[in-house]
């Protein structure tokens, strides 16, 4: 190899190991802005309230009620005008000083249970709510089940195999003890 | 005991393929109306054919005009049917509601966030199924309803309680398959309410 190519080589390697580093700061950087975009639909409108309590309050409510139209955002996500309408809504309720079960109330009237994005512990909502709990149970139920199993299995397979290896070891001796009388007995014959 | 086993991968797929395709049939924004069996919520609007729209649209003369209130519900089986010029469907469903109100059925108008003026021209111009309509420009009655977008209809009975809500275009198939009957069953009801008394 000459001292070109062997230059050019390390050149290139470099290089690759470069553009390689930049591709992961790239791609952290990216990671980076992305979460950072998260908490920023919180900030909206908050600042219309006339205290921070409220603000605080009106930030916890717009996240927990779902909009009716686009069934998949919450209040505080969805810029459909319903959304934009129930959240000057949930601004007048809170300034004149309703509690949270009143301004629950107040929207499961209206749009029903539907828009609660936290359901009522209720008798149509108990499978909802206790799912979660059950099936963990029985998942663990079958893992204690497996392992049993496993346990019971392995030392079954080991009581098995020496009982089969004393049976073998019997029959064993027995076959040995068998040729031998056997062969004693045709000794004998041939002497007599 | 051990041929039963085998048999678990398949029944747990059966039951949840059954679960799934029952789930494909269904309309994921259906969404049952919380006012069903309740009254119209009370309300004070006025009349939009006698309101009177200024030159910049959003102030209007309302001190002529009618206001209307949930008695407009009593007495007779209406539809309440949300409507705005806005609303791209609400100018295809509005022949059908001409139609359907030429033979007979009495539908209330509900004129949501809307404009006075562009709403009175709309009327003018593509005809007025309503017996009344009732304006409602900030949108109120709108929230009282549960109302999340136009076209809606109500169908309100007699005492002025709500039995049945449609979300979307009321065509020929929706009106023949769910809203008629229902419709009519009201309208015999109390067709042999008044023939007893």
Sequence with gaps: MTVEAYQSFALHSIQRLVIKRSLVCLRASLLLLSLLCLPAWSVIEVDRLSSPELSARYQQLVAEYRCPKCQNQNLAESNSPISIDLRTEIRRLLEEGASDAQISDYLVARYGEFVLYRPRVQASTYLLWLAPAVLLLLGFLVVVFIIRRQKRATSTAQAA????????????????????????????AEVE | ?????????????????????????????????????????????????????????????????????????????????????WCVSCRVEHPYLMDIAETGVRIIGLNYKDEVGAAQQWLAKYGDPYAHTISDTTGGMGLDLGVFGAPETYLVDHLGVIHYKHVGVVDDRVWRTTLQPKYQQLRDALDEQKNDS
Excluded: C, H
């Excluded at chain 2, 041929?3 to 991968?9: E, M, Q, S, T």
């Excluded at chain 2, 006025?46 to 209130?69: F, G, H, K, R, Y």
């Design chain 2, 1 to 85: 005991m051990g041929r039963i086993k085998l048999f678990i991968p398949l029944i747990i797929f059966v039951v949840l393929a059954a679960i799934l395709y029952w789930g494909l049939g269904r309309d994921p924004n259906a969404m049952p109306s919380a006012l069903i069996s309740r009254p119209v919520p009370t309300f004070q609007l006025p009349a939009l054919e006698q309101l009177e729209s200024t030159e910049d649209d959003n102030l209007m003369v309302a001190e002529q005009a009618e206001i209307l209130d949930e008695s407009l519900f009593l007495g007779q089986v209406s539809l309440l049917n949300v409507w705005a010029t």
């Design chain 1, 161 to 188: 195999l020496s009982g089969a290896e004393q049976a073998a070891l019997q029959a064993l001796l027995s076959d040995v003890e068998n040729q031998q009388n056997k062969s004693k007995n045709s000794n004998k």
